[in-house]
């Protein structure tokens, strides 16, 4: 990079990648915090969103865990005060809450209320072999392939698949080439599988541990966010025989507007969203679908139109339009007192917050929670509890509750889960105390959606000049999407792309290249 080349960046969205790339762009590139805007049509933190009071019902519509595989996330986290101590990193805060306060799943399976034997985990030899051959053939020879295409029916019946699809979102029907890289990628967890002590989570939920940290210290490097701007396009004009963004059209309260690019200026852009015309119900009503879930409107027309114009650019449709496949209903539950919380400390002899993932194995829904260590949220008053859960098959109808879980409320999510831990009898004082928010996500494993090379696009596009593209739906060859890991990898490389900086990023852990962890692996997929 050449210091005396004055130059903005602008990032389209408000996520994670483009905080990432913000801090990438200040920390490696020398660049100014005020040559950097940020344009986001919502709210700025993304995916890693979460609110609410405990009065009035706390809601977040994802959740997320970390772990030893997230080096380039903890190494930019480490330069980044964290939210209520200025003197620790976020990297620090989130290492010393994970050793007071580690996961040992006692209750990982539980089927008509009792907590299934996890340490088997059901496999048939034509299941091991499958397993085998996945994992270690080439990534080519399962490209645009459904998982279900590479395993017979009774795979999806075991233990391991329960365990490994309620823990990362996975359906059937979903990527076989992603499903590799994941196995590949996690290779480390599966000594831990049951009990999950490999996963670390941040002292609070990751908006208020990550994003808000990463936002009071960019605002205080002078980085500009404007929030209620939805990029609507980009221009572009051919500079030296390469493409250069010009333009990028704007649509905000006031009209319709364009930021002119200069000619050493750069724009990172955040392709997709998989919480895009996601909607909240409420303990007594279901979400409403919104109008635009048939991504009509917001990143995904953006991403869109910029394939519409050059075919490097990706194919968007291969991911969204497909709701039916990519659909989530998550939900937060506030109690106060946490009567829930104290039940399932006597069923699982987890403690609150230690207890992990607990998927519902015999759920027609394939319900899976997790109470949260209080306080979930800073400033969350004592005597309040906090858990979250999804449902992986949410158009099925339930066992207990006679409606699809995508048409239920609140009120009707938690009968259903009670019921399914045996709890009937303690239904009524549950509910007593209990508020739970639904959220209905159309896209949130859109980014699993079976693909073939070409479908995401390079994070620096092919005859480009001075654009990048981040988030989930951009290629970065043997890493896994759905993680902050993969926004925060894409962030880096867009940003030492883009300055010519030298690239020192760390490769991507893979499992083939760590022999005893192969062995290991394979070693419980044959026991």
């Known amino acids: 990079m050449n210091p005396a080349v004055q130059r903005s960046c602008y990032l389209v969205g408000g996520g994670i990648a483009s905080l990432a790339a913000a801090a990438y762009l200040i920390r490696d590139g020398g660049m100014s915090g005020t040559d950097i805007q940020v344009l986001e049509a919502s709210k700025l933190g993304g995916s890693l969103d979460a609110g609410g009071s405990a009065q009035q019902g706390y809601s977040m519509r994802g959740s997320r865990m970390f772990g ?6 903890y190494e930019l986290l480490d330069g980044i005060p964290s939210l209520d101590d200025p003197a620790k990193s976020i990297a620090q805060d989130t290492f010393e809450f994970w050793q007071a306060t580690p996961w040992y799943d006692k209750a990982r399976l539980v089927e008509r209320g009792r907590i299934v034997d996890p340490t088997d985990w059901g496999l048939r030899n034509r299941d091991r072999a499958d397993l085998a051959r996945l994992m270690l053939g080439s990534e080519d020879a399962f490209e645009a392939r459904r998982i279900d295409e590479c395993f017979d029916a009774g795979f999806f019946a075991s233990n391991f698949w329960a365990m490994w699809a309620s823990m990362f979102g996975f359906e059937s029907w979903h990527s076989a080439v992603e499903l590799r890289r994941y196995l590949l990628r996690f290779l480390r967890l599966f000594p831990d599988l049951e009990t999950m002590q490999i996963i670390q989570s941040p002292r609070y939920n990751g908006h208020d541990s990550i994003v808000q940290p990463m936002l009071r210290w960019l605002r205080q490097q002078g980085v500009r966010f404007e929030t209620g701007v939805q990029v609507t396009d980009l221009g572009f004009e051919r500079r030296d025989g ?3 963004v010009k333009r990028i059209r704007c649509q905000r309260a006031a009209g319709s507007s364009e930021i002119v690019v200069g000619e050493h200026d750069l724009v990172i852009v955040t392709l997709g969203s998989m919480t895009a015309a996601s909607s909240l119900g409420s303990m007594d009503t279901a979400p409403v679908p919104r109008a635009d879930a048939d991504a009509d409107e917001g990143s995904w027309a953006l991403w869109k139109r910029l394939a519409e114009q050059d075919s490097g650019f990706g194919r968007p449709w ?7 496949r990519t659909k989530w209903i998550t939900f937060t539950v506030t109690e106060s007192p946490p009567r829930f919380a104290a039940l399932m400390e006597r069923f699982s002899g987890s403690a609150e917050g230690r207890g992990g993932l607990v998927t519902l194995k015999s759920s027609n829904w394939m319900l899976t929670f997790h109470l949260y260590h ?13 858990w979250w859960g999804y449902g992986l098959f949410p158009d099925r109808v339930g066992n207990f509750v006679a409606k699809k879980m995508s ?3 609140g009120r009707e999510i938690l009968v259903e889960l009670f019921s399914q ?3 009937q009898e303690q239904i009524p004082a549950l509910l007593e105390v209990s508020n739970c928010i639904p959220c209905l996500l159309p896209y949130t494993t859109s980014q699993f959606m079976p693909r073939a090379r070409g479908d995401r696009p390079a994070v620096i596009p092919p005859g480009t000049a001075n654009l990048a593209f981040v988030g989930q739906y951009c290629e970065i060859p043997a890493d896994v999407v759905y993680t902050v890991e993969y926004s925060v990898h894409a962030a880096r490389r867009a940003v030492t792309s883009l300055l010519g900086l030298s690239d020192d990023t760390p490769p991507t852990y893979e499992g083939l290249e760590h022999p005893n962890a192969l062995v290991e692996a394979l070693r419980r997929i044959l026991n």
Request: hydrophobic share 35%; aromatic share 12%; glycine share 14%.
């Open 68 to 73: 030893p595989a997230y080096v380039l996330t």
């Open 318 to 324: 291969t991911f969204c339009g497909h709701v039916d």
């Open 242 to 244: 390469v493409k250069a």
């Open 421 to 423: 831990l045996g709890f």
């Open 407 to 409: 048409e239920c409320s």
């Open 374 to 386: 209080s306080p979930a949220y800073a400033g969350q008053p004592q005597g309040s509890g906090v």
